[in-house]
């Protein structure tokens, strides 16, 4: 920021919108130049002389760093923190600023707070963090015992279920697909695995939270995938199943009206998923699905179309 300030001084006004920070120019106390209109200096950053400084306005939480270029004239530029919108909901939340707080929601305070982890510049406090109680460095050796540990419980399920479906019993090996799968996910949830060990954003509820068992993107992507793989398991083997056989072959009138209406509710069911599926990150994350918004590409969205193209095939 103070790079920028010493070139927002020595560039005249119109050259600065090649600046990526927020600047604003005064003469004699008169806002005459800025690099950003999402926010500006209110009269309390104008009135404070100090050179460098910690403020909170209803537009968010800002360090403020101020200097003068010439006689009569203020500059002002402002690092954001946290930005605060006048209407809070889940479209609009509080956001802190990515560049400086990576995975967690930290606190902000001013430094008077009594609480927090200090923030210092030339030796003064400039402001307080509370990081969370939760908040830690990856544990690389425990969160390699427990992926050793799953995919030792999928290699033996792989093989009781190979088991099974030589024997043609399909309807149990789906049935102990089904109670693994909900154990394990009930397990990881419980347990916060893996993003208790391994902080990332695609297993922060920051990035993306719709549930309790859909508390990330990256949870989100192993509970299709374990449904993928349950409906992929039904679909290629259910005209093998005994009880299905038994249930086509039901005389009875209202037993086989039942059972369509059964059928039929689950093929509805199975259109209908892909479509919850982007409603649930549309109104639940800022993921965007849209290709006619923005092209760029990062590992959240790669997942989300990824798992999306699955289900559409």
């Known amino acids: 920021m103070r790079k920028e300030a010493a070139q927002a001084t020595a560039e005249r006004p119109g050259a600065w919108s090649t600046l990526k920070g927020a600047h604003y120019l005064f003469i004699n106390h008169e806002l005459t130049a800025w690099s950003k209109s999402e926010f500006a200096p209110d009269a309390r950053m104008l009135a404070d002389t100090s050179a460098l400084h910690f403020a909170q306005t209803s537009l968010g939480d800002f360090i403020v760093l101020r200097s003068s270029p010439a006689p009569n004239e203020v500059l002002i530029s402002m690092l954001p923190l946290e930005r605060h919108y006048p209407i809070t909901n889940r479209y609009l939340p509080a ?6 707080f990576s995975f967690y929601q930290v606190g902000i305070y001013p430094p008077d707070f009594l609480t927090g982890v200090p923030v210092k510049a030339n030796d003064e ?133 039942l059972i369509s209406v059964f059928f039929l509710l689950a093929a509805l069911f199975s259109f209908l998923y892909p479509f919850l599926f982007i409603e649930t990150i549309f109104h639940n994350s800022e993921i965007l699905l849209d290709i006619t918004r923005t092209l760029s590409v990062n590992v959240l969205r790669g997942l989300a179309f990824f798992f999306l193209c699955c289900w559409e095939q």
Not at 95 to 100: F, P
Request: proline share 4%; hydrophobic share 55%.
């Open 95 to 100: 956001k802190l600023n990515t560049a400086i």
């Open 125 to 257: 406090v400039l402001l307080k963090v509370v990081v969370p109680a939760n908040a830690m460095e990856p544990h690389f050796l425990t969160l390699f015992f427990g992926v050793g540990l799953l995919v030792c419980v999928l290699f033996i399920l792989m093989q009781v279920v190979l088991r099974l479906h030589r024997q043609r019993k399909y309807a149990f090996a789906f049935l102990v697909m089904l109670i693994f799968f909900v154990a394990i996910r009930i397990t990881m949830v419980q347990l916060s695995f893996p993003a208790r060990w391994w902080p990332s954003p695609v297993f922060s509820p920051q990035e993306f939270a719709s549930s309790t068992y859909n508390a990330s993107v990256g949870d989100l992507v192993l509970n299709s995938f374990g449904i993928l793989i349950l409906c992929g398991y039904v679909f290629f083997t259910y005209s093998r199943w005994k009880l299905v056989y038994h249930l086509i072959r039901a005389t009875s009138a209202w037993k086989q009206e």
